[in-house]
Structures are given as C-alpha cells and as structure tokens.
C-alpha cells in the first residue's frame, strides 16, 4: 500500500532521489565500488562534494556573491553554538518563536551577551513577533525562519542593517526570496533536503574574522572554508543524496517552481481547516506554515474514528509534538499534493460523521 509520508523529519525524498542513492550504495556511477566505501579523497567524491555546493549556492540565488557553501556534521544543533562561536563578538540579539530558537540561545549564552529582541512564548508560540525594535549595536540577529514544532513561518524578514543569520533547517529551498539579505544561513539536511547527517551552512565570507577569541578548528567557519568543506571526513551518504535532492529540485524549475506546489498543497490543507468546524488551526492565520500544518480535532469522540481511517489510507507522522498536541502535517517539497488530497479527504468526511 502506498504511504502517504507527512513526518516532521527526517523528511520524505523524492523517489528517483531514493533510487539513485540505493544504486549508488551498490555501486557509484560503474566505479566497481561502493559510494559508502570509496575515499572522500577520491576524484569520484570531491566532485560529489564540489558539485553540492555548487548546487545550493546557484539554487539560492548567491553564486559569485561572496558566499560559501559548507556541508558539515553536528545537525544544526550544533550551529547554535557554531554560529555564536564565529560571529559574537559583545553581543547578539535573537528572536524567540519556539523550541529551536529556545535552544539555539541557551548555546549562544556560553559564548557572550544575549539579548531576546522579540518573543512569542506568550502565546505557547503560536505566532510570529512583528514591529520590534533592532538595536544597532548587535554583532548579528538570528532568527528561525520556520517553526517545525508550532507550524509557525516568518513571511517577512526584518529590515535592518545588522547581519542577519537564520536557521532554515526546515524551510530550505521551499520558498523564494532574497538570499543574499543573509549573512549566515545553516539547515540541517533532514528537514526539507536529505538525510539525516549533515548540515547545509552558507556563509558571506566578509563576515568573519571578527571575533578575538580563539576558535577550535571543528567549530571554526574559516578552516571548513578553507579546506573546501573537507577539513575532516564527510558525511559522504547524507552530501550525496542532498547532491541529487538539489539536482532534483533544479530539474525541477528551481524554487520558484517547488513554491508555486507548496503553495497548492497548503492552500488545500488550511482551507480544508478553515472551513471543517471538526478541525481548528493551532498557528495565528497570517503566521501559518506551508511545510508544517497544526491542528486540532475539536470533537474528542471522532479522535479515534480520524486516527483508524489515516491509518487504512496509509497516512504516516501526522501526530502532534508533545509540546502542542492534537495533529502535525508536514509538507515538505518531496510530498505530493495527491498525498495531501488524502488526508483532506478523510478529515472532509470526517465531518459528515460529525
């Protein structure tokens, strides 16, 4: 039966994407060998790695504008304190919209002075703070550009001329937009671009080397920069299938085409909330997510009859984070919109049952 995969990550992959990546294991490209057991060294693998690079800089619209594009391990937990390690000098504001950016301050607080310049846990994190005051005197401003957990998206990024750095980790490549407003971008792959195991970091160059601190070479951008993202050895099978994943998605028509079908995939589903008094949406409208759909069933008693029938239709990850409860689509690029018409399908029905 046919699996309709709507988890929170790691995420669903395209199946060519998959195909290619299970040949690849078998034997890379007629090599005779493996791609899991050839040298990151080889020839074979450094155009792997040149070429995934190569991919994000040129899908996100930066190539030849002082960026670099880094693939590396730790999740994008570890760029919490990454980020602050290389760029937070005396002080850094951050924008608290949930649990990832929650965690990415208390790391940053290790490293020097945090200030919250903006906050929505008052409303258990169901919106997107707007209007706040930037002060000018801040190394950098992070922010956290969707919230997996809370089904929360910034749909316009602050002016300012502050660096901005931003997790992207589960909204990467979904969305157009001006990249180069960034001056730190990091995703962790398993979101929105690949497998579990390695990190999307884009960096402009000319934002480092302005701490006086010392940086341990693992956690130190300008080292991974200058080793060609190969200072140490790689997640060769995570860097691979998000080689093909981007490739995929260029094919594709790029972000611009991958947007137009999120578009269509969340009008559906939030539509379908709006309209069916069986559902509530957990996220304020205007803030809602088109990768992460929350809501709740507002009659108990049809919890049970809902679960059984996404069930028998092969709906996969649709629960809730325990911080929130009640349900949690999650429509990343790879998800079909036919995967979609089927839980709006059953959640219609639902109703009739009502």
Same mark, same amino acid.
């Given at each position: 039966?046919?699996?309709h995969?709507?988890?929170?990550?790691?995420?669903i992959l395209?199946?060519?994407?998959m %195909?290619k990546a299970?040949e690849?294991v078998v034997?890379?490209?007629?090599?005779?060998?493996?791609l899991?057991?050839?040298?990151?060294?080889s020839k074979e693998?450094?155009a792997?790695?040149?070429?995934?690079r190569?991919?994000?800089?040129?899908?996100?619209?930066?190539?030849?504008?002082?960026? %670099?594009?880094?693939?590396?391990q730790?999740?994008?937990?570890?760029?919490?304190?990454?980020?602050?390690?290389?760029?937070l000098?005396?002080k850094a504001?951050y924008v608290?919209t949930?649990t990832?950016?929650q965690k990415?301050?208390?790391e940053?607080k $290790?490293?020097g002075e945090?200030i919250?310049?903006?906050?929505?846990q008052d %409303?258990?994190?169901n919106?997107? #703070?707007?209007g706040y005051?930037i002060?000018?005197d801040l190394?950098y401003? &992070?922010?956290?550009?969707?919230?997996?957990i809370?089904?929360?998206?910034?749909?316009?990024?602050p002016k300012?001329?502050?660096?901005l750095?931003c997790?992207?980790?589960?909204?990467?490549f979904s969305?157009q937009?001006?990249?180069?407003?960034?001056? $730190?971008?990091?995703?962790?792959?398993?979101k929105?671009?690949? #497998?579990?195991?390695?990190t999307?970091?884009?960096i402009?160059?000319?934002?480092?080397g302005?701490v006086?601190r %010392?940086?341990?070479s693992?956690?130190?951008?300008k080292? &991974?920069?200058s080793?060609d993202?190969?200072?140490?050895?790689?997640?060769v099978?995570?860097?691979?299938v998000?080689?093909?994943?981007?490739?995929? $998605?260029k094919?594709l028509?790029g972000?611009a085409?991958?947007e137009e079908?999120?578009?269509r995939?969340a009008?559906?589903?939030?539509?379908e909330?709006?309209?069916?008094?069986v559902?509530s949406?957990?996220?304020?409208?205007?803030?809602?997510?088109?990768?992460n759909?929350?809501f709740?069933i507002?009659d108990?008693s049809?919890?049970?009859?809902?679960?059984?029938?996404?069930?028998e239709?092969?709906?996969?990850g649709i629960?809730?984070h325990?911080s929130v409860g009640g349900?949690?689509?999650?429509?990343y690029?790879?998800?079909?919109?036919?995967?979609?018409?089927v839980l709006?399908?059953?959640m219609?029905d639902l109703?009739?049952?009502?």
């Amino acid at each position: 039966m046919k699996k309709h995969n709507f988890s929170a990550g790691p995420c669903i992959l395209p199946k060519e994407v998959m %195909q290619k990546a299970a040949e690849a294991v078998v034997e890379l490209d007629g090599i005779g060998l493996s791609l899991i057991e050839i040298s990151h060294r080889s020839k074979e693998f450094v155009a792997i790695m040149e070429n995934a690079r190569a991919l994000a800089l040129e899908l996100l619209g930066l190539e030849g504008k002082g960026y %670099q594009a880094l693939f590396l391990q730790g999740g994008a937990s570890t760029q919490f304190l990454m980020a602050a390690f290389n760029l937070l000098d005396k002080k850094a504001g951050y924008v608290n919209t949930g649990t990832w950016s929650q965690k990415s301050i208390k790391e940053a607080k $290790l490293i020097g002075e945090i200030i919250e310049v903006a906050s929505s846990q008052d %409303q258990n994190f169901n919106y997107i #703070p707007k209007g706040y005051a930037i002060p000018s005197d801040l190394d950098y401003l &992070h922010l956290t550009s969707n919230n997996t957990i809370f089904g929360t998206q910034i749909k316009k990024f602050p002016k300012t001329d502050v660096p901005l750095v931003c997790d992207m980790s589960s909204d990467i490549f979904s969305r157009q937009m001006d990249f180069s407003k960034f001056d $730190l971008i990091y995703a962790g792959a398993q979101k929105n671009m690949g #497998p579990a195991g390695t990190t999307l970091v884009v960096i402009k160059e000319n934002i480092l080397g302005k701490v006086s601190r %010392q940086i341990p070479s693992m956690l130190d951008y300008k080292v &991974h920069v200058s080793k060609d993202s190969m200072f140490n050895t790689p997640p060769v099978f995570a860097v691979y299938v998000s080689m093909l994943t981007m490739q995929w $998605l260029k094919d594709l028509g790029g972000i611009a085409a991958i947007e137009e079908i999120n578009e269509r995939k969340a009008n559906l589903i939030y539509s379908e909330i709006e309209l069916n008094p069986v559902f509530s949406g957990f996220a304020a409208k205007e803030d809602r997510s088109i990768m992460n759909a929350t809501f709740n069933i507002t009659d108990d008693s049809l919890k049970e009859i809902f679960d059984e029938k996404c069930k028998e239709a092969g709906i996969n990850g649709i629960n809730g984070h325990r911080s929130v409860g009640g349900y949690r689509a999650s429509m990343y690029n790879a998800l079909p919109l036919e995967s979609v018409g089927v839980l709006v399908d059953i959640m219609s029905d639902l109703e009739k049952k009502g």
